[in-house]
C-alpha cells in the first residue's frame, strides 16, 4: 500500500499486522474502514477519509460466524457499494470482510447461554478504571486484567474521582499493595490535567479502552480527552454502585490529533471469563512464577506435595485470599469450558 494513503489509516490505528490480508492495496485501500459502533442491526464505521458511513451485514454470514468472529467495534472491515442503499443521513455499505485482529477482549455473555461476547477488538491498552466513591473491589479488577492478553494489551489501572477524600487513602493503597507491577494513574475530573498521564499514552494510532464499572466515571473522562461531551454523563448520581447503567453501547473515538483512540464501554455487570482467559497476566503473576517451582506442572495449588505457592502462602508472602481467588477462577472456567463442550455437542 502506497505511504500516503496508509498515513489516515494510522491515525485511525491501522498496523502493519493488517498488510497481508488486503490482497490488492491499490484497489482495496478505498474499502478499508474501521467500526466505531455497533447497532442491532447495522453498524457505524469510519472510513479511510475519516468519514462516518454505515455497514450492513448479510444475515446468513452472520449466521455461519462464531460469535468471536463477529464483527465488532475496533475491528477493521472491507466494505462493498450497497446496491439497495436506503440510508439517507450517511452512506451505506456492506460488510464484506472483517480483517483478523490482533487483539480482543472477550467475556462469557451473561445470561444462560454463555457465548462469547467480544467486547473490543485490535486494542493495544486497556485502562482499567475504579473509583473512590465505591469500596475497592480487587476481584473485579483481577478479573478484567483476566480479560486480557497483556502480551499485546498493557492494562493500566486508573483510579478516578480522587477529589473524595473520605476513601482515597484506603482505595490508592488497596491499589498499589494488590497490583504492584500495574501502572496507576490518579484522575479527578474537576483537575483535567490529572488525564495528562493518559494523554501521554494515547500516541497517535494507539487504541486504547476505559473498562470498569458502572459510574466509575468512564464517559466522564471520554468526554475530557475529547473536549467535548460527547458522552452522556448523569449529572446527579446517589446510587453509582447499585447497577444504573448511563453508557449503554460501546462506541470508538478519534481523539483530537495528536492523540490515539478510546473505546468507551458500558460497565458490566458479570465479567466471565471464557476458555482463553489470561491468568498468567500481572494479576497473579505471583502465584504463576512460584507454580514454576511446584513439583507437579499441573499443581493446583490444593493438597499436592512439594507446592511452592502453598509454601509461599505460609509464609505470608502471598495472600490466601488472592490464592483461593486464583483457584475460583480457575474453576469457574472449567466449569464454562465443560459447559461450552458439551454444547457444541
Ligand atoms: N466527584 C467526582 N465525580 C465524578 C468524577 N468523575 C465522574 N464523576 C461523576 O460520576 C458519575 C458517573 O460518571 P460516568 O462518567 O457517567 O460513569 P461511567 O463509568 O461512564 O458509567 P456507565 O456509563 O454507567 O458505565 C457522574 O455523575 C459524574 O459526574 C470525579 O473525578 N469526581
Ligand atoms: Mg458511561
Ligand atoms: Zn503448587
Redesign the pocket.
Known sequence: MKTENKHYLKTLGWKDFFDHQIENPEKDYHRIARITHEHKDHYVLMNNNGEKIIGLISGKWKKNLQEQDYPSVGDWVLTETNPTSTQIKYPSFVIEKRLIPYSQIIRRAAGTQKKAQVLASNIDIAFI?S???QEMDLKRIDRYIALLDTKIIKPILIL?????EVSFQNNHEALQKNFPQIPLIL????QPESLFPIQQLLTQGITSV?L????????????LLLGDSK???????ND?SKG?????SRTLFLLPTPLGIII????LREIQLTENFHLDGPAFSDISQLALACRFSDCKHQTEPDCAVKLAVQKGEVSAQKLSHFQKLLKENQKNYHSSSQRKK
Open positions: 478504571v473509583s473512590c466513591n478516578n474521582k480522587c477529589d473524595l484522575t479527578r475530573s474537576d476505559f470498569g464499572s458502572s459510574g466509575v466515571g468512564k464517559s466522564t473522562l471520554t468526554n458522552q452522556l454523563v448523569q449529572p446527579i448520581r453509582d444504573r447503567h448511563t453508557t449503554t468507551d464501554t458500558p460497565g
